[in-house]
């Protein structure tokens, strides 16, 4: 991973269906390489005829943040207690904690706020973990599987406290979340997820086909999973809003300030910025799937999964009153998963696994519209505003990981696609280990290194896995 290509395809306002590359989002280049796209031939945005030649390519949830936190460049010699690398929801609630248990904490992000997985995301506040909750104990042992699953259990409930707190401007809803049944072998999976959660004491209700088409507006699915602790944010704002509650307790946040490099000597910790050090007894790194190269710290390991969203126009009154009527957020039980959700203006996202940033991207494109279509014909041919798409760390046992770089030091990556909830409280929990000296505090034990193997060949299965099932179905 020492090089990173850095790629998007932009459209050309004064020659219609052209398009060039610039430069948006990076990852890593084998992935790319190994998927065998070929950045020359880029055709996308143009050849889709339903999407809003001004706006398209952009991220929603940047034109509609209405969190702000004043920042600017670190600078100069700076101490502190904590220094927590990577503004996410991971950093920021750690910051949070930090500040408001009297620590003097200072962060650092190396573009703007949320500009990682955290401003990206589809904005569903889960509890748990994509993995069922038998299989997490099955995996880590009973006891280690069983504190995780409770920590994350009660995700949600830290998030939406969280906002009612600091007044967190982000758009939330919590009216639950519905997991739905693509299919009838999906509907078996939820039904076992269903009695694991239902055995935990966990406030869900199976839903059957009618009951899932009154809920979502769509007649496609066999059943649904509406889990009453969950619910929906604007993610950017919310990250954001962590920020801005971290630095009103006391925080120093600063944005455009990658680390470069981090040693240790005197028994602290110095992270060096490009013009200044901060130096701290403790080391908190966040930066998950964006991680930027750091030199003296190993990166985290993972394989990079690419997710996209598409999000309409506001929809017109008697659209929005068919479709979500209680402003559920929802995903599907296909192997290539897709969501959707309505935003506070009305408008309705559609995503997916895939990436938005080579040469077959059309694809992803076609099916969104297409998709679109099958779940709710009644939508008619309404064109698509916002198209992005963000990056999934993924671990190859699908649990996030606590490793260790050091003394007083420790990274937090992994979440493979779940990571609002578990961002949050990890942050939170890293920072009570740190002030008390409690590792069983943490959700999981920490570990001196992690690896996974055959990185690239793996995101490219996924890639070329997403591709071909969006050419081959709905
Ligand atoms: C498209 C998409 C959809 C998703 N949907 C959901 C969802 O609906 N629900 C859910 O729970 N989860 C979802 N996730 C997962 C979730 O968004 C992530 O797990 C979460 O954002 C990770 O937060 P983080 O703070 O750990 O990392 P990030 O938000 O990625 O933050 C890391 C930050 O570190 C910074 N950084 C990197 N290197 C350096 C450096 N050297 N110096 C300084 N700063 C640095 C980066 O710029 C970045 O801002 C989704 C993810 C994606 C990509």
């Given at each position: 991973?020492?090089?990173?290509?850095?790629v998007?395809?932009?459209?050309?306002?004064?020659?219609?269906?052209?398009?060039?590359?610039?430069?948006?989002?990076?990852?890593?280049?084998?992935?790319?390489?190994?998927?065998?796209?070929?950045?020359?031939?880029?055709?996308?945005?143009?050849?889709?005829?339903?999407?809003?030649?001004?706006?398209?390519?952009?991220?929603?949830?940047?034109?509609?943040?209405?969190?702000?936190?004043?920042?600017?460049?670190?600078?100069?010699?700076?101490?502190?207690?904590?220094?927590?690398?990577?503004?996410?929801?991971?950093?920021?609630?750690?910051?949070?904690?930090?500040?408001?248990?009297?620590?003097?904490?200072?962060?650092?992000?190396?573009?703007?706020?949320?500009?990682?997985?955290?401003?990206?995301?589809?904005?569903?506040?889960?509890?748990?973990?994509?993995?069922?909750?038998?299989?997490?104990?099955?995996q880590?042992?009973?006891?280690?599987?069983?504190?995780?699953?409770?920590a994350?259990?009660?995700?949600?409930?830290?998030?939406?406290?969280?906002i009612?707190?600091?007044?967190?401007?982000?758009?939330?809803?919590?009216?639950?979340?519905?997991?739905?049944?693509?299919?009838?072998?999906?509907?078996?999976?939820?039904?076992?997820?269903?009695?694991?959660?239902?055995?935990?004491?966990?406030?869900?209700?199976?839903?059957?086909?009618?009951?899932?088409a009154?809920?979502?507006?769509s007649?496609?699915?066999?059943?649904?999973?509406?889990?009453?602790?969950?619910?929906?944010?604007?993610?950017?704002?919310?990250?954001?809003?962590?920020?801005?509650?971290?630095?009103?307790?006391?925080?120093?946040?600063?944005?455009?300030?990658?680390?470069?490099?981090?040693?240790?000597?005197?028994?602290?910790?110095?992270?060096?910025?490009a013009?200044?050090?901060?130096?701290?007894?403790?080391?908190?790194?966040?930066?998950?799937?964006?991680?930027?190269?750091?030199?003296?710290?190993?990166?985290?390991?993972?394989?990079?999964?690419?997710?996209?969203?598409?999000?309409?126009?506001?929809?017109?009154?008697?659209?929005?009153?068919?479709?979500?009527?209680?402003?559920?957020?929802?995903?599907?039980?296909?192997?290539?998963?897709?969501?959707?959700?309505?935003?506070?203006?009305?408008?309705?996202?559609?995503?997916?696994?895939?990436?938005?940033?080579?040469?077959?991207?059309?694809?992803?494109?076609?099916?969104?519209?297409?998709?679109?279509?099958?779940?709710?014909?009644?939508?008619?041919?309404i064109?698509l505003?916002?198209?992005?798409?963000?990056?999934?760390?993924?671990?190859?046992?699908?649990?996030?990981?606590?490793?260790?770089?050091?003394?007083?030091?420790?990274?937090?990556?992994?979440?493979?696609?779940?990571?609002?909830g578990?961002?949050?409280?990890?942050?939170?929990?890293?920072?009570?280990?740190?002030?008390?000296?409690?590792?069983?505090?943490?959700?999981?034990?920490?570990?001196?290194?992690?690896?996974?193997?055959?990185?690239?060949?793996?995101?490219?299965?996924?890639?070329?896995?997403?591709?071909?099932?969006?050419?081959?179905?709905?």
């Amino acid at each position: 991973m020492a090089t990173r290509l850095a790629v998007c395809v932009a459209r050309t306002h004064d020659r219609p269906g052209v398009t060039r590359l610039s430069v948006i989002d990076t990852f890593p280049d084998n992935a790319l390489f190994l998927a065998g796209h070929r950045l020359a031939s880029i055709t996308t945005l143009g050849s889709t005829p339903n999407m809003s030649a001004q706006r398209v390519q952009q991220n929603l949830w940047q034109a509609t943040c209405r969190e702000q936190v004043p920042t600017s460049a670190q600078e100069g010699q700076v101490s502190a207690d904590l220094v927590v690398v990577g503004g996410g929801f991971t950093g920021c609630s750690a910051a949070l904690k930090a500040a408001e248990l009297g620590m003097r904490v200072c962060l650092l992000e190396a573009d703007t706020m949320g500009k990682g997985g955290s401003g990206r995301n589809v904005g569903l506040v889960n509890a748990g973990l994509w993995t069922p909750p038998d299989q997490v104990e099955k995996q880590m042992g009973h006891e280690a599987g069983e504190k995780l699953n409770a920590a994350l259990a009660g995700a949600p409930g830290l998030v939406f406290s969280l906002i009612e707190k600091h007044w967190i401007n982000c758009e939330p809803v919590r009216n639950g979340t519905l997991h739905c049944a693509h299919s009838a072998s999906g509907l078996k999976e939820l039904n076992s997820r269903f009695r694991q959660l239902e055995s935990r004491g966990a406030p869900v209700t199976m839903l059957d086909g009618p009951q899932t088409a009154a809920r979502t507006g769509s007649p496609r699915f066999y059943g649904a999973v509406h889990d009453s602790r969950a619910g929906t944010i604007q993610p950017l704002a919310y990250c954001a809003g962590l920020a801005r509650a971290a630095q009103q307790s006391g925080a120093m946040i600063h944005t455009n300030s990658a680390v470069t490099h981090i040693d240790r000597h005197n028994d602290a910790w110095h992270a060096h910025t490009a013009k200044g050090v901060v130096t701290a007894k403790y080391l908190l790194m966040a930066t998950n799937a964006y991680h930027v190269d750091v030199k003296g710290i190993a990166p985290p390991a993972y394989v990079p999964i690419h997710f996209f969203q598409m999000a309409t126009m506001p929809m017109d009154v008697d659209g929005r009153s068919g479709i979500l009527p209680d402003l559920e957020g929802c995903w599907d039980t296909a192997t290539v998963m897709s969501s959707f959700r309505r935003d506070e203006e009305g408008r309705l996202l559609i995503g997916a696994v895939g990436s938005l940033n080579h040469s077959a991207a059309s694809i992803h494109r076609d099916w969104a519209r297409k998709k679109l279509a099958c779940l709710f014909p009644q939508l008619g041919d309404i064109p698509l505003e916002y198209a992005w798409c963000g990056r999934i760390a993924m671990t190859s046992d699908h649990l996030p990981k606590i490793v260790r770089p050091g003394p007083d030091a420790l990274m937090i990556y992994g979440y493979s696609g779940r990571g609002i909830g578990p961002g949050t409280v990890f942050g939170s929990r890293a920072v009570s280990a740190f002030a008390t000296g409690n590792e069983d505090l943490l959700p999981l034990r920490p570990v001196e290194s992690h690896l996974e193997t055959r990185i690239g060949l793996k995101a490219a299965y996924y890639e070329t896995g997403a591709c071909l099932a969006h050419i081959a179905r709905l």
